[in-house]
């Protein structure tokens, strides 16, 4: 199984909700990554958790809280968000090697399109 | 700030020609990735090249690598309209254990 799940795969919130998104691999991997990406950008790394811990947080603001309950399995809550924070959320994961999580490819979900009204 | 930048950023050819897309990035790499992202969706990695490889190939896909200039370039041969989409080049900087960062982006339009 070479694939990763997200859901939902459309999400629409008021600013005032909270609701939580979720992503799952059952490929061993034990590096799973957050990106958002707005329309005709690039993705922007927010988080990564290795072995089930964050190593990476790039400043992202606390109304999203990230979670990883088991090595397959990654959230992320959301609260309070902004319209600005509408865009595509993805998830991937890697391998680790030899405690390198960059220098392997990343398997991409299919993301989840976040509205916030 | 943009580790990556592929060149150019926009790219129409017609389908059974070949397509280059240049990627320039500033710091020492670990490895360049290639990944296309079809309209809306999901990233999917194309091929990975080693910072002691020069050159790969994968199907139709081949990748080259000079770290002498900082520079990668990604050739489809003989185009299809399915590889319309978006290719992103991605490095980890060396010393950077988990962080990839993707260039701006090429957004391929192939013409039946």
């Known amino acids: 199984d070479t694939e990763v799940t997200q859901t939902p795969k459309h999400l629409v919130m008021g600013m005032t909700n909270k609701k939580s998104l979720k992503c799952e691999q059952h490929?061993?991997?034990?590096?799973m990554y957050w990106y958002k990406q707005k329309a005709k950008k690039p993705p922007e790394l927010m988080f990564v958790y290795s072995y089930e811990k964050l190593s990476i947080n790039e400043s992202v603001p606390s109304r999203f809280s990230p979670e990883c309950p088991n090595s397959s399995l990654l959230n992320l809550h959301l609260h309070a968000l902004q319209p600005e924070d509408s865009a595509l959320y993805l998830c991937?994961?890697?391998?680790?090697?030899?405690?390198?999580?960059?220098?392997?490819?990343?398997?991409f979900g299919p993301g989840t399109r976040l509205t916030v009204l | 700030s943009q580790q990556g930048e592929e060149d150019p950023q926009a790219l129409s050819i017609q389908e059974g020609e070949n397509a280059t897309m240049n990627c320039s990035y500033k710091?020492?790499?670990?490895?360049l990735q290639w990944y296309r992202q079809n309209s809306g969706r999901g990233l999917v990695h194309l091929i990975l090249i080693r910072s002691n490889e020069r050159e790969k190939h994968s199907g139709r896909l081949r990748v080259t690598l000079d770290t002498s200039k900082k520079s990668s370039s990604l050739l489809i041969t003989a185009s299809r309209a399915a590889d319309t989409a978006s290719y992103f080049c991605?490095?980890?900087?060396?010393?950077?254990?988990?962080?990839?960062?993707f260039g701006k982006g090429i957004t391929l339009s192939v013409r039946p």
């Open positions: 991937a994961s890697s391998q680790v090697d030899m405690g390198q999580v960059a220098n392997n490819e990343q398997f």
């Open positions: 490929m061993g991997h034990r590096a």
């Open positions: 710091t020492s790499i670990n490895n």
């Open positions: 991605a490095t980890p900087p060396s010393g950077a254990n988990s962080k990839l960062t």
